[in-house]
C-alpha cells in the first residue's frame, strides 16, 4: 500500500509540477532518506543532537538549494534556517529537561509494555527530545525563511537603489503578514494531532487537572510552541542576512 501511494504521488507532482514537481519528488525522497540514516545513527549509539544538526544542515541544503537554486536571497533562507536551528537547540534543551517531558510518556510506555517492547534503549531521552523537536519544526521554519528571502529578492530586482535597512524593513512587512497564517497553520496541525489524545483522556473520565498535567499533552504543546518562536525567530533573521546578502558588492 506504501509503494502504490508512493508512486500515486509521483505521478501527481510529475503530472501538476512538471519539471518542478519532479525534482520536488525526488527532494523528497533524500529528506525521507535523511531521516531514516538520522534515526538509525542515534539507535547505534551516536550522540543525537550532534547527528541531527548535521541531517538538519543537510535537510536544508537540500531542499532549500535543490528546489529554489543557488542564488544570493537562498543563501539567506538557508543561513537564517541554520542559525534558528542552533538557537533551538540551545535553548530547548535546558527548557525539556527542567520540564521533565523527555522520554516515554505515559501513553507510549503502555504501547510498549502491551507490545512486548523493551523502553530501554540505551540512549539520552533529552538529546532524542531535542532531536525530534528540532526535525518537527524544521519545515515551518524552512518555508518561512523562504518566502520573507523570495520577497525581499523581489524588492530589490524591482528597486535595485534601495539599500540594506529599506530591503529590511520590506522582510519584516512581508514577515508580519505571513506569521498569521504560518502560526495558524501550525496550531491547526497541532489541535488536529491532539484530538484522539484529548478524546482518549476525556472517554477514560480524567479531570482536567489530570488533563493538563499529562506528559503526553504537553509533548505536543511544547513542540507546537517551539514551532512557532522557531517561525518568528526566522523572520527577522532573514531579513538582515538576506538584506545583506542582496546588498553586498558581490551580489550578481
Same mark, same amino acid.
Given at each position: 500500500m506504501i509503494i502504490k501511494l508512493i508512486i =500515486? *504521488?509521483?505521478l501527481l507532482m510529475l503530472f501538476v509540477g512538471g519539471d518542478r514537481g519532479l525534482t520536488s519528488f525526488f527532494t523528497l525522497v533524500r529528506t525521507a532518506l535523511a531521516f531514516i540514516i538520522n534515526v538509525y545513527l542515534v539507535a547505534w549509539g551516536l550522540p543525537a543532537i550532534p547527528i541531527t544538526l548535521l541531517v538538519s544542515v543537510? %535537510? =536544508?541544503a537540500s531542499v532549500i538549494y535543490g528546489q529554489n537554486g543557488w542564488n544570493h536571497k537562498m543563501h539567506g533562507a #538557508? *543561513?537564517?534556517s541554520v542559525i534558528v536551528v542552533i538557537v533551538i537547540m540551545l535553548t530547548v534543551g535546558p527548557l *525539556?529537561?527542567?520540564a521533565g517531558i523527555s522520554g516515554y510518556n505515559e501513553i507510549e510506555q503502555y504501547e510498549d509494555i502491551s507490545m512486548?517492547?523493551?523502553a530501554n534503549l540505551s540512549v539520552s531521552m533529552k538529546?532524542? #527530545?531535542v532531536a525530534a523537536t528540532v526535525l518537527g519544526v524544521l519545515g515551518a521554519v524552512m518555508d518561512t525563511a523562504v518566502a520573507v528571502s523570495t520577497a525581499i529578492n523581489e524588492v530589490h530586482v524591482n528597486n535595485p537603489e534601495f539599500d540594506t535597512k529599506v530591503l529590511m524593513s520590506s522582510g519584516f512587512a512581508v514577515g508580519k503578514d505571513i506569521l498569521g497564517t504560518t502560526v495558524n497553520t501550525l496550531l491547526f496541525a497541532g489541535f488536529g494531532e491532539s484530538i484522539m489524545l484529548a478524546n482518549l483522556f476525556l472517554k477514560n473520565?480524567?479531570?482536567i487537572y489530570e488533563i493538563i498535567n499529562s506528559k503526553a499533552l504537553f509533548q505536543e504543546i511544547a513542540a507546537l510552541f517551539v514551532a512557532v518562536m522557531g517561525c518568528i525567530l526566522v523572520i527577522? %533573521? #532573514?531579513s538582515v542576512v538576506t538584506s545583506r546578502f542582496l546588498t553586498g558588492k558581490n551580489y550578481q
Open positions: =500515486i *504521488l509521483f543537510f %535537510l =536544508i #538557508a *543561513l537564517s *525539556l529537561s527542567s512486548y517492547l523493551s538529546s532524542v #527530545a473520565d480524567n479531570t527577522p %533573521l #532573514a
